[in-house]
């Protein structure tokens, strides 16, 4: 008897993995994605001139159009662990919402509530202290431009309250935030103030191009919009910072269209590595109408065959591209099982072919110094005068004036080698070096962009550019024992034009070891 129970309870424990594995299959997970879209693009309808941004990495997902990215991790709202990053200062953001009169962030959550933690804290968090950084900004301007202190009272106190009735630098958080961790964060503004303001983050940019203060708003599919009566984002007394979550929580999960049923996924686009099979949010849009339209049971070998086909695609462009092992549905065919009169439909919002977005293909110069960061893919198209360090696995050829001004560097990331980066800096270091006291143009470039090419141009900026940003050759920071709170000012300063500037803190770690530094920065 006891035997014949545990067979049954296996039994039952196999079935349940099997309807939890056909619940969150692939197609499922698509199709989840995209009728979460049409949603995100109803809201985009409403401010169609609201730039729309996509919080890395789920929120990548949910659109074709999105104008740019930001990078708010819901780690840094979590209660035990309430963060301001200025390693994640998203300026950019900012000053595009002042350009623009706000913007519109879309992200999306698995965790069986309508919002991230990105949305709920972590950005209400940002404008805020953004919104004092700010204010406290204009204080200084409005103190150093008055009439006492053109005849050189530079001192005088200032009333904390001058100048604030008309700029709101309040905390707004949504109603489902307590009471209690309202004022835990409240406390922490201060402290969060002063590290803003040590970090050397350029606030003036931002502060003169914003008219109002930022503020944040909540948009999930539960919220209830009058069509005839939304508001115009202009009207308002603040800069609207529109967080629009696309999870949907109420209803059936189980979907059905005349073809076929599935089952809706909450935040789909989450943790992507393990569901996508190889798939990009680029490759889903471009070919988003046969995907939808190929059903729950050959919708796993479509994805293989356009993942395939990108990658033979990009090695005959010399790109590194790994075959990828995709693991066979063990779901029975039954693709005959239904056939398809009516095709779907679909919006037409396939993104065409080089018709990608701005910030996927970027060079990013650091302002006004001869030191840019970008992908690989695009270092293969750079001109002959430019010099090349490939922090790449792979190298790639191309044709410059010279071979010595390329240099080939596989730098591994921190997960896989702790020290590979560590190993590799004094070349790089060198190579940039040589290079730029020629005059020469140097692009740093990695697989994406993001991390590594990122950390060594944190290293050769630090080494060899002073605190104005000009080339001395290694003088200045001959003079000066690197800090904590150096580096830190620095990264700021890369982020500020690296927009998708995403170190890790392994890699960090090695930069601040490698330039003598005794101790790790605090980088979260």
Known sequence: MEEEGQRRSQSIYKICRSIKRRDSSLYNA???IYEDSIFVGEIAQLWPELPLLANLRCGLWYSPNFHSNCYFKSTDGHTNNLSFSTAR??????????????????DSTRKGKRFPDSM????????????????????RQDRYDCPQNQSGILNEPVNPDQGSSDWDCSLHLPLWVSQTEKEMIEKRLEGWDMELEASGADIASIALALRKPLRPLWISQKTVIWLNEVPEYDSWDFTPIILVSTSSLSGSQKRTTSEFSWNYIAGAGDDEESWARGLTPDLFWKHVNDIISSGPDTCNQKIANIVEKDRVCRAHRGEHAPQLSVRASKCPEKANEFLIGESLQLDSRTV???????YHHCISFLGSTNIAVCKSLLAMEAPPNCCILNCDRESFSVSLHNPGMYLHLPILDSKLDRFSLLRNLPSALNFARSQLRQGNTLLICCCNGEDISVCVCLAVYTSFFDEAGNFDDGRSFAKRELTKLELRRRLVFLCKYIINARPSRGNLKQVFACLGGESVPSVS
Do not use: F, M
């Open 30 to 32: 698509l199709r989840s």
């Open 89 to 106: 200062l998203n300026l950019h953001v900012a000053l595009l919402a002042a350009q623009k009169g706000g913007c519109i962030i879309v």
């Open 120 to 139: 709920s804290k972590t950005i209400p968090i940002w404008t805020c202290v953004l919104n004092r950084a700010i204010l406290n900004y204009k204080k």
């Open 352 to 358: 065409h072919e080089g018709d990608k977005s701005s």
